[in-house]
Every structure is written in C-alpha cells, then in structure tokens.
C-alpha cells in the first residue's frame, strides 16, 4: 500500500530521504514530465521558450469574428509576444493549502521556478506545503502546474479572459 501512496503523491512521510520507495517517486515524476513534454495545447510552452514557430496549414482560414485565437484554428504554432508588460497581467496559479499534500511535483516541472516550499509543517510530520513564491515568472497561458498536481490544489485564472494581453505575430 506504501508503494501505491509513493506513486500516486500521497505519501504521508516529511521527505523521501532514507526511503526504500524514493526510486517509486523519481519514475512518478519522470513519467509526468515526459507526458508534459507531449503537450498538443499551443498555448502552453513546453520547452521552455517563449516563441514558437511551426508549418501553417493554408487550407483552413479563420474567420475575423471568432473568438477563437487564430493559432488554434489554423494548426499553426505562432509567435507570441506580451502586449503590456508582464508585471501587469495577473495570470499566475493559487494554491489551496488545504488540498496540498508536499510532493513537489509544481516545484519539478515548472522550469521558471513559480513555486518553492511554504513554512515547515511544526510538528515535523507532513512534509511543507507548496506556495506561489514568484507568481509573475509564469508565463501567460502556461497551465502545465494544474495537470501535474496530484491533489488538484492548483487553480489558475480562465485562460478567455488572459487572449487579450497576447498578440500572435508572423
């Protein structure tokens, strides 16, 4: 049972050191970068670089009312340029402190580095709970935090209110 908690983030120890099943957590957290990696959504930067380019498909068009950006409608991975500074858009994750459980999954996959661990837990049993240290390194429109948190404790902003402060280039 202690392997299954191990592997799925519900692990009720304070760190991994000394444990038998810490090679269990490094093939957890191996295995959730590399399905990140395969991410399809074009909003989301996966390997770490703002601006991305990539084949456009000219047979679809889209249509100038849509709400829908033009880069998810013609296939096209665009380039994306902020259009106020980044200080101004508060698009950044929240964290329920409740729903956290420690595992550092955020803290690992996240390469700004958004997330570092909250106060120690006083009584030394439950390893600390993660806070948003540096919430406007996130880049806009990232949401990769929320499908690797094991506990469903990280929220963002809807991504439809966000479209406004980001403008596709050539």
Not at 77 to 95: F, M, Q, S
Not at 139 to 152: F, K, N, P, Q
Not at 153 to 167: C, S, T
Request: glycine share 6%.
């Amino acid at each position: 049972m202690l392997l299954f908690d191990c592997f799925f983030g519900r692990c009720s120890r304070p760190s991994c050191d000394g444990c038998m099943f810490r090679i269990v957590r490094s093939l957890r957290l191996m295995l959730k970068s590399r399905a990140m990696d395969k991410c399809e959504d074009e909003s989301v930067d996966t390997t770490g670089v703002w601006k991305k380019e990539d084949v456009v498909q000219p047979s679809i068009q889209a249509p100038a009312s849509s709400p829908v950006p033009v880069a998810k409608q013609t296939g096209k991975k665009r380039k994306k340029r902020l259009l106020v500074p980044r200080e101004d858009i508060p698009w950044y994750p929240t964290i329920n402190p409740d729903l956290c459980n420690g595992c550092g999954d955020c803290k690992v996959l996240c390469k700004p580095g958004v997330f570092e661990p909250g106060p120690p837990d006083p009584a030394g049993i439950q390893r600390p709970k993660f806070v948003v240290a540096h919430p406007y390194k996130c880049l806009v429109l990232c949401d990769r935090c929320v499908a690797v948190c094991t506990s469903g404790g990280i929220k963002l902003p809807p991504k439809e209110d966000f479209e406004k402060y980001v403008e596709y280039v050539d």
